[in-house]
C-alpha cells in the first residue's frame, strides 16, 4: 500500500474587522471565520497534510499587530503517573487535547505575555484542564508541565509546525502541519490577533480528521454505534484468539 503525501488544504479565512484602538488598551473585537473544508481524510496515515489558515485585519498593517494560529484536539480524559518516594502518584486530566500545534509571528511575539497567550488559548499547558477534585491542588503546574513534556516527546505538541506569512491586501497566511500520528477525532483550528501585546480578537472553527476506509468505518461505529463496537471489538478478538489457540495445539 502506498502513502498518499499529498498536502490536504483546509483553509480558514478569519475576516475580523478590529476597530483602531486609540492609545490606551485595544478594545475587545469579533473575529468572523469559516472553513473552506470541515473534514480532512487520508487513506493511510497524514503525513504530508497540512491545514492552511488565513486571516485578516484593518489593523494588519500596524507593525503592532501580530497574528497566532493553532490546532487542537482531540480533547480527551488522560491519566498520568509516577513513582516517588517508592509511592505511586497518579493525577487526572478530565479533559485534554492529544494534539496541540501552534505558532506566532516572530517579530512581535516578545511583547505578548504569558497571561496574553493563556487568554488567546495558545497555552498548551493551561488546555489541560484538571479533575474537579484536582483543580486546587499544589502540584497542578508540575503535572501539566511533564504532560506538556510527554507530548511534546512524542511530536504531537508543537510551537514550530506551524509556518505564518503576510500576504497582500493585510492578509496573514499559516500552514500547520499535521502530525503523522495525529488521532481521528474533532479538532479546534483557532485564529487570534494581538494588538501591543494583548489579545482583541480569536475565532474557533470545527475540523474532523479522519482516515478513509476501513479506519473511517471504525472511527463512525466508535463515535455513533458504540454497543456494536464494543461488541464487534470483542468477536474479533475471540475469534483471534481461537484462531491463535488452534494453530498453538497443532
Known amino acids: 500500500m502506498t502513502h498518499d503525501r499529498r498536502p490536504i488544504m483546509a483553509a480558514l479565512s478569519a475576516l475580523s474587522l478590529l476597530a483602531l484602538a486609540l492609545p490606551a488598551l485595544a478594545s475587545p473585537t469579533t473575529m468572523a471565520s469559516g472553513l473552506a473544508e470541515e473534514t480532512i481524510e487520508l487513506k493511510v496515515n497524514y503525513a504530508g497534510a497540512r491545514v492552511v489558515m488565513f486571516a485578516a485585519s484593518e489593523l494588519a498593517n500596524d507593525p503592532e499587530?501580530?497574528?497566532?494560529?493553532?490546532?487542537?484536539g482531540p480533547a480527551r480524559r488522560q491519566t498520568l503517573t509516577r513513582t516517588a518516594g517508592g509511592s505511586r502518584e497518579r493525577f487526572i486530566f478530565s479533559s485534554a487535547p492529544e494534539v496541540f500545534s501552534y505558532g506566532l509571528e516572530t517579530a512581535p511575539r516578545r511583547s505578548i505575555s504569558a497571561d496574553a497567550l493563556v487568554a488567546a488559548g495558545l497555552d498548551p499547558a493551561s488546555a489541560a484542564i484538571p479533575d474537579s477534585a484536582l483543580t486546587e491542588a499544589t502540584t497542578l503546574a508540575t503535572w501539566r508541565e511533564a504532560f506538556v513534556q510527554l507530548k511534546s516527546d512524542?511530536?504531537?505538541?508543537?510551537?514550530?509546525?506551524?509556518?505564518?506569512?503576510?500576504?497582500?491586501?493585510?492578509?496573514?497566511?499559516?500552514?500547520?502541519?499535521?502530525?503523522?500520528?495525529?488521532?481521528?477525532?474533532?479538532?479546534?483550528?483557532?485564529?487570534?490577533?494581538?494588538?501591543?501585546?494583548?489579545?482583541?480578537?480569536?475565532?474557533?472553527?470545527?475540523?474532523?480528521?479522519?482516515?478513509?476506509?476501513?479506519?473511517?468505518?471504525?472511527?463512525?461505529?466508535?463515535?455513533?454505534?458504540?454497543?456494536?463496537?464494543?461488541?464487534?471489538?470483542?468477536?474479533?478478538?475471540?475469534?483471534?484468539?481461537?484462531?491463535?489457540?488452534?494453530?498453538g495445539r497443532r
Open 154 to 247: 512524542a511530536e504531537l505538541y508543537s510551537s514550530t509546525g506551524v509556518a505564518i506569512d503576510r500576504l497582500d491586501g493585510g492578509l496573514a497566511r499559516a500552514r500547520i502541519t499535521l502530525p503523522p500520528n495525529a488521532p481521528a477525532g474533532g479538532y479546534i483550528v483557532r485564529a487570534v490577533a494581538f494588538r501591543n501585546g494583548e489579545l482583541v480578537s480569536r475565532a474557533d472553527r470545527p475540523l474532523t480528521l479522519m482516515r478513509g476506509g476501513m479506519d473511517a468505518t471504525l472511527y463512525t461505529l466508535a463515535t455513533r454505534h458504540g454497543f456494536i463496537y464494543g461488541l464487534l471489538s470483542i468477536s474479533i478478538a475471540s475469534l483471534i484468539g481461537g484462531i491463535a489457540a488452534w494453530v
Open 65 to 72: 499587530t501580530s497574528f497566532g494560529f493553532a490546532l487542537i
